[in-house]
């Protein structure tokens, strides 16, 4: 039987994902390895952590010693808390990876030999490799991902136990005022941002989803990102605002996110191999409802 359906917004997969990391055993084996051929029928080294096959083939990931093959690892590994879902863990991890450090890995598994229960409470056993001469970079950004991860969930809210936005407007830290307009300001998201010049716009007024936000309004929130987007000289950026739980709101005040993409590991990153939708026959009904 297949895992449920998750209602997960990217942003709650990889808050949840982090936390897991975070509450991890995390092992950096000692030395390199590298895989090694095996003669046909032997046995498998006591100190091997894999074997592979390609065709007739056979593989043993190894220790290895001076003088080492071309292409030798560093080997880390994961024991997961039970009370933290690490369900997705594996592709979320190896694609952050990749995107951050610009390094590939390997990722070989197994059965653990701390449970027989489902893959996401140890019952699979993961061996990751990173190329030996990339190691220091990849092994600190698990150490930041880790820091983040053990930080305590902290809720939207403002210091004064009210919305975030609202008292914003007063001034708090985090969130300076760097652009305003007679119903809209503008802060610098310093508390979260995903990227340098990472702004939040919102109306003054308190409304909790963008459609509520008047006509006045909204031409004022996409001006003031206009100009934010001219001072930073940004070529590339993404506007994205959250409405409603499901699409991952957490602050209930109206508001949009301006986040700069300098780079492909910086800013948003969109969630690959979603599939196309069928929108047959929307394009006549909105006409229609809209009156155009």
Not at 202 to 225: K, N, Y
Not at 228 to 248: K, T
């Amino acid at each position: 039987m297949g895992s449920p359906m998750r209602d997960e917004t990217g942003n709650a997969t990889q808050a949840r994902l982090l936390q897991a990391l975070g509450h991890a055993d995390f092992e950096v084996l000692p030395g390199l390895y590298a895989f090694v051929s095996m003669d046909s029928g032997a046995k498998p080294r006591d100190d091997a952590l894999a074997c592979v096959r390609d065709g007739s083939a056979w593989s043993e990931l190894v220790p290895v010693e001076a003088p080492a093959p071309p292409m030798t690892f560093r080997i880390f590994a994961f024991h997961f808390d039970p009370a933290h879902d690490a369900a997705g863990f594996v592709g979320w991890l190896h694609a952050h990876l990749a995107r951050a450090t610009g390094v590939g890995h390997i990722v070989v598994c197994g059965a653990s030999a701390r449970s027989a229960g489902g893959h996401t409470r140890g019952g699979i056993f993961d061996y990751w490799g990173c190329p030996a001469d990339d190691a220091d970079r990849v092994l600190a950004e698990i150490e930041r991902l880790r820091e983040r991860g053990r930080r305590p969930h902290r809720a939207h809210i403002g210091p004064a136990g009210g919305c975030l936005l609202c008292e914003a407007l007063g001034g708090i830290a985090g969130f300076p005022i760097v652009a305003a307009g007679r119903r809209v300001v503008g802060v610098l998201n310093e508390a979260g941002g995903a990227a340098r010049g990472h702004c939040v716009f919102f109306p003054r007024r308190h409304v909790p989803r963008l459609e509520d936000c008047d006509d006045a309004e909204m031409t004022e929130i996409f001006g003031l990102i206009a100009r934010v987007a001219r001072a930073l000289d940004v070529a590339h950026y993404n506007v994205l605002s959250n409405n409603g739980l499901r699409a991952g709101q957490t602050v209930f005040h109206a508001h949009a996110h301006f986040v700069p993409k300098p780079d492909g590991a910086t800013g948003l990153v969109a969630q690959a191999g979603l599939g196309v939708v069928d929108q047959t026959g929307l394009a006549d009904e909105l006409r229609r409802r809209l009156g155009t």
